[in-house]
């Protein structure tokens, strides 16, 4: 039983596109991440949600938007796709916020054309 | 802000050799500290973590030790094996936050 699951595993797109990602965890998590890992491996977190609600929004463009019908969900929706967009999108789910382990999916690698 | 710096990589080792991936970082208070490992193609797993000063983590032979006095949380290994070929993160926690805080990764080639 997968615990952080992630769909597509794979996607490739042209610029100016629109696509989603989308993230589930079975592991009946409050929290749930999402990060982006670049090129270079140097990962950052971009969003994170607790029950549902927005918690951490760091500096990412608004042509990311994330969204978490329920607490096993957290989609991630970006529009006009751009070239530096192109990384390897993580998502992962902790008990609850602070001190609690994270457990990631397997990523989502996104290449723009 | 809080802030992680490892040791540059890649890492090339034999198998059964001694291990050590250095690890500093910047925090105010008493962060948790954590080794994460990227295995090829997967996510990132805990390895091990530390939530206080002095601690000890431990896992699949793998150590850290939280020293505050030197802002420090190195991993090693006594021996490693092919199956530790992996990327390494070392992150932190701050006190009171709630978002991780990452290094750069080190990546680690062990050859048989």
């Known amino acids: 039983d997968t615990a952080v699951s992630q769909t597509p595993k794979y996607l490739v797109t042209q610029m100016g596109n629109d696509k989603s990602i989308k993230c589930e965890q079975n592991?009946?998590?409050?929290?749930m991440y999402w990060y982006k890992q670049d090129s270079k491996k140097f990962l950052k977190i971009m969003f994170s949600?607790?029950?549902?609600?927005?918690?951490i929004n760091e500096t990412v463009p608004n042509r990311f938007s994330p969204k978490s019908p329920d607490k096993a969900h957290l989609n991630l929706h970006i529009n006009s796709l751009e070239l530096g967009d192109s990384a390897v999108y993580f998502c992962?789910?902790?008990?609850?916020?602070?001190?609690?382990?994270?457990?990631f999916g397997p990523g989502t690698r996104l290449t723009v054309t | 802000g809080n802030s992680v710096t490892q040791m540059e990589g890649p890492v090339t080792l034999s198998e059964e050799a001694f291990l050590t991936i250095n690890c500093t970082y910047t925090?105010?208070?008493?962060?948790?500290l954590f080794w994460y490992v990227q295995y090829p193609g997967e996510g990132l797993q805990l390895l091990l973590k530390?939530?206080?000063?002095?601690d000890k983590g431990s896992n699949k032979g793998f150590e850290a030790t939280y020293r505050k006095e030197t802002t420090s949380f190195h991993l090693e290994k006594g021996s490693v094996q092919v199956s530790d070929s992996a990327v390494y993160f070392c992150a932190l926690m701050g006190q009171g936050a709630q978002k991780l805080v990452f290094g750069q990764g080190t990546r680690l080639t062990i050859n048989p």
């Open positions: 949600y607790n029950n549902k609600e927005l918690i």
């Open positions: 592991l009946g998590h409050d929290t």
């Open positions: 530390a939530t206080k000063a002095d």
């Open positions: 992962a789910s902790s008990q609850g916020t602070g001190r609690y382990e994270q457990y």
């Open positions: 925090a105010t208070g008493y962060p948790s």
